[in-house]
């Protein structure tokens, strides 16, 4: 079992910033892809962004590429997602997930409870 647990989310205006972490505990966390989703009201969750067990080859959701920037510690068990010039309709809660590299949440084992983003205009 891996337990997630998110931070970081709140109220920003639109062009500001926030920093999503993911703190992982159970089983070694550097054993699986990670990955964060988001879920806007009355729409399915969507991808957002992957990174690999050593950090690299990092994927982005064409809605985010340019702006969002995903990295992880594993010395740390930590995932973070860094979120720049954030505009309303990134508005969602954010989930954090473990498991193998992709853009389906269906290859997902483990996942967080989810931290809120809302962006105002």
């Known amino acids: 079992q891996v337990q997630l647990v998110e931070s970081g989310g709140g109220l920003v205006q639109a062009g500001g910033s926030l920093r999503l972490s993911c703190v992982a505990s159970g089983r070694t966390f550097s054993n699986y892809a990670m990955a964060w989703f988001r879920q806007a009201p009355g729409k399915e969750r969507e991808f957002v962004s992957t990174i690999v067990t050593g950090g690299s080859s990092p994927d982005y959701a064409d809605s985010v590429k340019g702006r969002f920037t995903i990295s992880r510690d594993n010395a740390q068990n930590t995932v973070y997602l860094q979120m720049n010039s954030l505009k309303p309709e990134d508005t969602a809660v954010y989930y954090c997930?473990?498991?193998?590299?992709?853009?389906?949440?269906?290859?997902?084992?483990?996942w967080g409870q989810g931290t809120q983003v809302t962006v105002s205009s």
């Open positions: 997930a473990a498991g193998g590299w992709s853009r389906n949440p269906r290859n997902y084992i483990y």
